[in-house]
């Protein structure tokens, strides 16, 4: 149910979680990272995938100690879960600061004082998060999917958990690493065309992300990509992606051919 992303022996490890959700739902990963004492979650899910997680989770660490529940973003499939997570451990919840004031909708009434004092709203820059004798660095991210998002990056492993940015759409199995990039690519170019805003910000995404010292690309969907290699491919095409408006035209914006007039 789990895989080992990283181990180093010495008390710092990252899972994946990648066959949680069943029937119709998509596809989505999540992780938890471990640092001695500390552990935290990054992109929970919804309702899908809460009881499996949990289950799943509470073999590795005690749930109810989780120092974070981390969100890069607002969807469904990341923090719909919301309301189990303040209820059923002590984190703190991790989101933008644009996101977070949304927050309160996903929580019932009899549990809306859970969450006082427990969210941490980030700012558009990001911010370092404490953890253990570490950090998690959640990094800017914004319009490449959502208007408020951020991925996060663990110096200690060196990965980079990149939300939907390097997402793919593949019922192969997803914690094992892009082999094939030429023949993955067919995997994601429909998705990262339509859900990301423009080349812009892809490439100031990458320009950021070559700063880093990253030796593994986590998506929250579909395939890792795992060395240098792999990881300068992925960032070779994401910089030259052309996407979200740099692909609109006026075919884009009509209103649709009314019935009455299509049958006159």
């Given at each position: 149910?789990?895989?080992?992303?990283?181990?180093?022996?010495?008390?710092?490890?990252?899972y994946q979680?990648?066959d949680?959700?069943?029937?119709?739902?998509?596809?989505?990963?999540?992780f938890?990272?471990i640092?001695?004492?500390?552990?935290?979650?990054?992109?929970?899910?919804?309702?899908?995938?809460?009881q499996p997680?949990?289950?799943?989770?509470?073999r590795?660490?005690?749930?109810?100690?989780?120092?974070?529940?981390?969100?890069?973003?607002?969807?469904?499939?990341?923090i719909?879960?919301?309301?189990?997570?303040?209820?059923?451990?002590?984190?703190?919840?991790?989101?933008?600061?644009?996101?977070?004031?949304?927050?309160?909708?996903?929580?019932?009434?009899?549990?809306?004082?859970e969450?006082d004092?427990?969210?941490?709203?980030?700012?558009d820059?990001g911010?370092?998060l404490?953890?253990?004798d570490?950090?998690?660095?959640?990094?800017?991210?914004?319009?490449?999917?959502?208007v408020?998002?951020?991925?996060?990056?663990?110096?200690?492993?060196?990965?980079?958990?990149?939300?939907?940015?390097?997402?793919?759409?593949?019922?192969?199995?997803h914690?094992?690493?892009?082999r094939?990039?030429?023949?993955?690519?067919?995997?994601m170019?429909a998705f990262?065309?339509?859900?990301?805003v423009?080349?812009r910000?892809?490439?100031?995404?990458?320009?950021?992300?070559?700063?880093?010292?990253?030796?593994?690309?986590?998506?929250?969907?579909?395939?890792?990509?795992?060395?240098?290699?792999?990881?300068?491919?992925?960032?070779?095409?994401?910089?030259q992606?052309?996407?979200?408006?740099?692909?609109?035209?006026?075919?884009?914006?009509r209103?649709?051919?009314?019935?009455?007039?299509?049958?006159?």
């Amino acid at each position: 149910m789990s895989s080992v992303f990283y181990d180093n022996g010495a008390g710092h490890t990252v899972y994946q979680f990648s066959d949680l959700v069943a029937g119709d739902g998509i596809q989505s990963n999540q992780f938890l990272l471990i640092h001695g004492d500390h552990a935290a979650l990054i992109d929970p899910g919804g309702q899908l995938t809460y009881q499996p997680l949990y289950a799943a989770i509470s073999r590795l660490t005690i749930v109810r100690h989780l120092d974070y529940v981390i969100a890069s973003h607002q969807d469904p499939d990341i923090i719909t879960s919301l309301d189990k997570w303040l209820l059923y451990t002590d984190a703190r919840v991790v989101i933008s600061r644009l996101w977070a004031r949304f927050l309160p909708h996903l929580v019932p009434g009899y549990i809306a004082g859970e969450s006082d004092g427990r969210i941490i709203a980030l700012p558009d820059s990001g911010a370092c998060l404490p953890f253990g004798d570490s950090e998690i660095i959640a990094l800017p991210a914004h319009f490449l999917h959502s208007v408020g998002n951020f991925h996060f990056y663990d110096p200690v492993s060196r990965i980079l958990f990149s939300g939907d940015v390097g997402a793919s759409l593949t019922d192969e199995e997803h914690a094992r690493p892009v082999r094939d990039f030429d023949r993955h690519v067919k995997k994601m170019q429909a998705f990262h065309e339509r859900y990301m805003v423009s080349n812009r910000a892809c490439r100031l995404w990458v320009d950021m992300v070559r700063s880093l010292d990253v030796d593994m690309i986590v998506p929250q969907h579909g395939r890792p990509f795992v060395g240098p290699q792999m990881v300068g491919r992925f960032l070779q095409w994401f910089e030259q992606l052309q996407c979200g408006i740099d692909l609109l035209g006026p075919n884009y914006y009509r209103p649709p051919r009314r019935q009455a007039a299509a049958s006159a």
